[in-house]
């Protein structure tokens, strides 16, 4: 009886989609964080859940971020104000917060399809070469 009802919850909860961060990533893209650029993995990734492990591996002892926006604008031409992109004029996916100087962190994303810009909107780091393009398919 307590088998049958552990599986009906697992199988409840999985319907729901209230597993972990970890059963829910379809795909992985790996981020690094360097002084004047990101560079991912791979830059085409297929829709649904995609988990970017993000590694701050700068050389400047900074703290870092990656914040994702979907946008139709390119890398390079997101507005700036005052030394960051504001990013509650664009449509915020998300983002992995405070990533220290030789530090790794993750999250996960659910995307629809388009093309997406990746930053790390500390105050310059914009604006010194700091983001790329993800783009999302069907």
């Not at 031409?77 to 405070?98: M, N, Q």
């Not at 810009?117 to 700091?130: E, F, Q, S, W």
Request: aromatic letters at 4%; charged letters at 20%; hydrophobic letters at 40%.
């Amino acid at each position: 009886m307590r088998l049958a009802y552990g599986i009906a919850v697992f199988i409840g909860a999985t319907a729901l989609g209230m597993t972990s961060h970890a059963s829910w990533a379809q795909q992985t893209v790996k981020a690094t964080l360097l002084s004047n650029s990101i560079q991912l993995d791979t830059h085409n990734v297929r829709t649904g859940r995609v988990t970017i492990d993000v590694r701050n591996a700068a050389d400047n002892n900074m703290e870092h971020e990656l914040v994702v926006l979907k946008t139709d604008l390119s890398d390079g031409a997101l507005p700036v104000s005052k030394g960051t992109v504001p990013e509650h004029k664009l449509s915020k996916v998300g983002e992995v917060e405070d990533i220290g100087p030789g530090k790794s962190k993750h999250a996960s994303f659910k995307l629809a399809p388009g093309h997406y810009v990746l930053i790390c909107n500390k105050p310059g780091h914009y604006t010194a070469g700091m983001h790329t393009e993800l783009a999302v398919t069907p």
